[in-house]
């Protein structure tokens, strides 16, 4: 049974381009969320996508968008990359966005911004 | 605000021996806890999974505790071993929401070093 799975693992980019993260949620989840974690912090929530629809934000900039797949599969992306926008980006699923249990991560893709 | 507060920051444990590590919260409404461990630059892994009736949970030699009257909770480890060295993380989740389910409120973290 996969778990979460996360590609690329590593990524350098520089300031001014744009990336694209990927997602696939684990066997029978269909809610995925997106996490950013800094160096040394929490991970801080960036949004939710269930049903191809964006459920919930947090305090990011509308340079993060994303995007669900109808196999519950998902898109982050990052427009005019910032130097500060370094940091592994860590995706959840869980089943259904109702519901509070359940959170499973990925390993996370580390984004260097150079 | 809903806020998740952990200490200590860092720990240095020798193998064998046992620690306690805290997390203060004030969340509202509280739906459940959990705890994580996170290797480094590795996704969280969930150790244990609290709801608001539950006191006490183990998984193997960790042991979480809840007393949510005084909104805390710890992460006991019993006889630590080298592979125990990570990040410790609290999360409180908060909910529901009408429009937008649960919101996962993040510590950040307790990193753990046990040394031989």
């Known amino acids: 049974d996969a778990g979460v799975t996360q590609s690329p693992t590593h990524l350098i980019k520089t300031r001014g381009q744009q990336v694209t993260l990927r997602c696939s949620p684990k066997?029978?989840?269909?809610?995925v969320s997106w996490y950013q974690q800094a160096l040394g912090q929490g991970p801080q929530f960036i949004f939710q996508?269930?049903?191809?629809?964006?459920?919930q934000r947090g305090n990011f900039p509308d340079r993060f968008s994303g995007h669900q797949f109808p196999n519950y599969s998902s898109e982050l992306n990052v427009n005019a990359l910032l130097l500060g926008d370094s940091a592994l980006y860590l995706c959840?699923?869980?089943?259904?966005?109702?519901?509070?249990?359940?959170?499973?991560f990925g390993s996370g893709t580390r984004l260097t911004v150079v | 605000k809903n806020q998740v507060e952990q200490s200590p920051q860092s720990l240095i444990i020798l193998e064998g021996k046992n620690c306690t590590l805290q997390?203060?919260?004030?969340?509202?409404?509280?739906?459940?806890l959990r705890w994580y461990k996170q290797d480094t630059g590795r996704g969280p892994v969930s150790l244990t999974i609290?709801?608001?009736?539950?006191n006490t949970k183990s998984n193997g030699r960790y042991t979480a505790t809840l007393d949510a009257d005084t909104k805390q909770s710890s992460l006991h480890i019993t006889a630590s071993q080298l592979s125990d060295s990570a990040s410790y993380i609290c999360?409180?989740?908060?909910?529901?929401?009408?429009?937008?389910?649960?919101?996962?409120?993040f510590g950040k973290g307790t990193s753990l070093l046990v040394t031989p």
């Open positions: 959840a699923s869980s089943l259904d966005w109702r519901q509070g249990h359940g959170y499973t």
């Open positions: 066997s029978g989840h269909d809610t």
């Open positions: 996508y269930y049903e191809e629809e964006e459920r």
């Open positions: 997390c203060n919260y004030t969340v509202s409404p509280f739906s459940n």
């Open positions: 609290m709801t608001f009736s539950e």
């Open positions: 999360v409180v989740s908060a909910g529901p929401y009408s429009n937008s389910g649960y919101a996962l409120n």
